[in-house]
């Protein structure tokens, strides 16, 4: 292995110049910077982690709590955590990865122990039980979720109240009039978790002001709860012409319950889908959507952790993420009455 001394030796300087320069506590000459840095790079040297976080008093890991539930679909939260993970590695930071099933004692663990320089917290609740202590112990954090309050926090989310609105406004202009929300399973608003809240809430708000009958209903994981779901809808509002789903897993099952009971999409009922957009190109016909902007989401929130625990942004503040809506295959105007 490459050790500091050859780096020095490498790059004509001394072992301490090396270390300021990989540190940065002491201010350097761009020239000899640069000089250090094609050796690191030429040599292939890693610095020691642990000798690294003695010396500099960070450990250049990020800690990521990141759902692993059954009711959650995990492509779109192993996606948010890809997107973490590369982002880090452009600040030299590695992330660990701890589940949200350990709640406050992970935000204690983390901020008493070192482990990490920051922390991002995913699956956020309305009233989430880490906030608290995350306030308390004023660590370096952001959150990937809304909460009901978020004054003093670092939050980014999509916009979910004005996803549901969108999703309102879209069907409303197709001329649909009975429309229904086919939602996440009903664990997920049993823990008030904050995007299916704030959805159904914008949703709610939007339907009411366009003049739409409509309901919504939690849908359980599996074809016989997607299947079951929307039977009843259909069983209770037959004049229903269109779905919002905020489900994709329950996205195939629902559009093969319709092929089969001989409802034509969109002739007959329209489809919009939250969802992201692989799922919705890959959907027969392909659905109008509201994509889920992983990625961004990822890799804002690192940027926006780094810049607290490097010290270069104190301020708290909420960045919603604007929904689009992209019509497709999937809807189309409300079919006249019979």
Same mark, same amino acid.
């Given at each position: 292995?490459?050790?500091?001394?050859?780096?020095?030796?490498h790059?004509?300087?001394?072992?301490?110049?090396?270390?300021?320069?990989?540190?940065?506590?002491?201010?350097?000459?761009?020239?000899t910077?640069?000089?250090?840095?094609?050796?690191?790079?030429?040599?292939?040297?890693?610095?020691h982690?642990?000798?690294?976080?003695?010396a500099? /008093?960070?450990?250049?890991?990020?800690?990521?709590?990141?759902?692993?539930?059954?009711?959650?679909?995990?492509?779109?939260?192993?996606?948010?955590?890809?997107?973490?993970?590369t982002?880090?590695?452009?600040?030299a930071?590695?992330?660990?990865?701890?589940t949200s099933?350990?709640?406050?004692?992970?935000?204690?663990?983390?901020?008493?122990?070192?482990?990490?320089?920051?922390m991002i917290?995913?699956?956020?609740?309305?009233?989430?039980?880490?906030?608290p202590?995350?306030?308390q112990?004023?660590?370096?954090?952001?959150?990937?979720?809304?909460?009901?309050?978020?004054?003093g926090l670092?939050?980014?989310?999509?916009?979910?109240e004005?996803t549901?609105?969108?999703?309102?406004?879209h069907?409303a202009?197709?001329?649909?009039?009975?429309?229904?929300?086919?939602?996440?399973?009903?664990?997920?608003?049993?823990?008030?978790?904050?995007?299916?809240?704030?959805t159904?809430?914008?949703?709610?708000?939007?339907?009411?002001?366009? &003049?739409?009958?409509?309901?919504?209903r939690?849908?359980g994981?599996?074809h016989?709860?997607a299947t079951?779901?929307?039977?009843?809808?259909?069983?209770e509002?037959? &004049?229903?012409?269109?779905?919002?789903?905020q /489900?994709?897993?329950?996205v195939?099952h629902?559009?093969?319950?319709?092929?089969?009971?001989?409802?034509?999409?969109?002739?007959?009922?329209?489809?919009?889908?939250?969802?992201?957009?692989?799922?919705?190109?890959?959907?027969?016909?392909?659905?109008?959507?509201?994509s889920?902007?992983?990625?961004?989401?990822?890799?804002?929130?690192?940027?926006?952790?780094?810049?607290q625990?490097?010290?270069?942004?104190?301020?708290? &503040?909420?960045?919603?993420?604007?929904?689009?809506?992209?019509?497709?295959?999937s809807?189309?105007?409300?079919?006249?009455?019979?």
């Amino acid at each position: 292995m490459v050790t500091l001394a050859q780096v020095a030796r490498h790059a004509g300087v001394s072992p301490s110049t090396v270390s300021y320069v990989i540190s940065g506590k002491r201010s350097i000459s761009q020239d000899t910077r640069l000089r250090v840095e094609r050796s690191i790079a030429e040599l292939g040297y890693h610095p020691h982690a642990g000798a690294r976080a003695l010396a500099s /008093n960070r450990s250049n890991v990020i800690a990521l709590m990141i759902p692993l539930r059954t009711d959650m679909f995990v492509p779109v939260m192993m996606e948010i955590a890809i997107a973490i993970t590369t982002t880090a590695r452009r600040y030299a930071h590695d992330v660990l990865l701890l589940t949200s099933e350990e709640g406050p004692s992970a935000v204690k663990r983390i901020a008493a122990s070192g482990l990490a320089d920051a922390m991002i917290l995913m699956d956020v609740e309305l009233e989430d039980e880490r906030i608290p202590l995350l306030r308390q112990t004023g660590a370096a954090a952001v959150l990937v979720g809304l909460p009901a309050d978020p004054a003093g926090l670092t939050c980014i989310d999509l916009d979910f109240e004005a996803t549901g609105r969108l999703a309102a406004d879209h069907l409303a202009d197709l001329g649909h009039r009975e429309v229904a929300l086919v939602g996440a399973a009903e664990s997920v608003y049993r823990r008030h978790t904050g995007f299916a809240e704030r959805t159904l809430a914008g949703f709610r708000q939007q339907a009411e002001a366009r &003049g739409l009958s409509f309901l919504h209903r939690p849908c359980g994981v599996g074809h016989e709860a997607a299947t079951g779901t929307l039977s009843r809808i259909l069983a209770e509002r037959p &004049g229903t012409t269109a779905l919002v789903v905020q /489900n994709e897993s329950a996205v195939p099952h629902l559009l093969n319950h319709l092929r089969q009971s001989g409802r034509a999409v969109p002739e007959d009922i329209s489809v919009v889908a939250i969802c992201p957009d692989d799922v919705a190109l890959h959907s027969t016909p392909q659905l109008t959507s509201v994509s889920i902007p992983a990625q961004e989401m990822g890799r804002r929130a690192v940027e926006l952790v780094m810049a607290q625990a490097s010290g270069r942004q104190h301020t708290t &503040g909420l960045t919603l993420l604007s929904p689009v809506l992209t019509p497709r295959e999937s809807t189309g105007p409300a079919p006249r009455p019979l």
